[in-house]
T-cell receptor, first 116, second 115 residues
Framework: EAQVTQNPRYLITVTGKKLTVTCSQN?????MSWYRQDPGLGLRQIYY???????DKGDVPEGYKVSRKEKRNFPLILESPSPNQTSLYFC???????????????FGQGTRLTVV | AQSVTQPDIHITVSEGASLELRCNYS??????LFWYVQSPGQGLQLLLKYFSGDTLVQGIKGFEAEFKRSQSSFNLRKPSVHWSDAAEYFCAVAPSGAGSYQLTFGKGTKLSVIP
C-alpha cells in the first residue's frame, strides 16, 4: 500500500531535549516536505526537499533541521525544542512534475508534539 | 508569492442541505488547485484537483469544484451533505509548470453538520 509513515504519532517532551520525527514514503517520490498545523493558521511549510541531498527552507524553518540522505526518508529534527513548537506536524511526498501534471501530494497521519 | 484565502472559518449546515466552501487565490498565472479534507485526528486526504481543461472538477465523496479564472476562485460544492462530511477543509495552490510542487494552504474551513 502506498503510504507516508510518520513516527511517533504523539510525543510529549521537555524544553531543550533534542528530538527527531521520522517520515518515510514507499512511493519513490522525489519531493518530500514538512508542514506544521496550528489552529487558525492552516498548514505552513517548514522545509522541503526536491531530491536526495537537496533541501530548502519553507515559510517557517526557524528551530528545525532536516536531512535527506535517502530518497524514502525525510526526518525532522528539533535540536532544542521550545513550547512555541507545540503543534501538529505533517510530512508529505509527491512526484515532481515533468511533462505530466497529473500528480498529487500524499500526507502522513500527523505527529502531535507537545513541548512543556 | 502565492496565497490562498478561505473566508469562512466555520460553517454549519443541516444534513441533506447543499454546501459551498469558498476559496480565493492570488497568483500571477493559473496555478494548480486542490481541495483537501481532514477528519478529526486524521491526516489530509485529497478531494479533488484542477490542473487544466474542464473548469468543473469532480472529486471523491460526491464533491465538485469549479475554477473561475475571472474571480480567482475555486469553490468546493456538494449537493447534499452527509453527517460524515463533518471535517476541516483546506484549499491549496501550487505553481503551475514542471519541476516544482510548493503547496500553499488556506487556513481552513471547519464544517459542522447538524443531524
Amino acid at each position: 500500500e502506498a503510504q507516508v509513515t510518520q513516527n511517533p504519532r504523539y510525543l510529549i517532551t521537555v524544553t531543550g531535549k533534542k528530538l527527531t520525527v521520522t517520515c518515510s514514503q514507499n512511493m519513490n517520490h522525489e519531493y518530500m516536505s514538512w508542514y506544521r498545523q496550528d489552529p487558525g493558521l492552516g498548514l505552513r511549510q517548514i522545509y522541503y526537499s526536491m531530491n536526495v541531498e537537496v533541501t530548502d527552507k519553507g515559510d517557517v524553518p526557524e528551530g528545525y533541521k532536516v536531512s535527506r540522505k535517502e530518497k524514502r526518508n525525510f526526518p525532522l529534527i528539533l535540536e532544542s525544542p521550545s513550547p512555541n513548537q507545540t503543534s501538529l506536524y505533517f510530512c508529505a511526498s509527491a512526484f515532481l512534475r515533468d511533462s505530466s501534471p497529473n500528480t498529487e501530494a500524499f500526507f502522513g497521519q500527523g505527529t502531535r508534539l507537545t513541548v512543556v | 508569492a502565492q496565497s490562498v484565502t478561505q473566508p469562512d472559518i466555520h460553517i454549519t449546515v443541516s444534513e441533506g442541505a447543499s454546501l459551498e466552501l469558498r476559496c480565493n487565490y492570488s497568483y500571477g498565472a493559473t496555478p494548480y488547485l486542490f481541495w483537501y479534507v481532514q477528519s478529526p485526528g486524521q491526516g489530509l486526504q485529497l478531494l479533488l484537483k484542477y490542473f487544466s481543461g474542464d473548469t468543473l472538477v469532480q472529486g471523491i465523496k460526491g464533491f465538485e469544484a469549479e475554477f473561475k479564472r475571472s474571480q480567482s476562485s475555486f469553490n468546493l460544492r456538494k449537493p447534499s451533505v452527509h453527517w460524515s462530511d463533518a471535517a476541516e477543509y483546506f484549499c491549496a495552490v501550487a505553481p503551475s509548470g514542471a519541476g516544482s510542487y510548493q503547496l500553499t494552504f488556506g487556513k481552513g474551513t471547519k464544517l459542522s453538520v447538524i443531524p
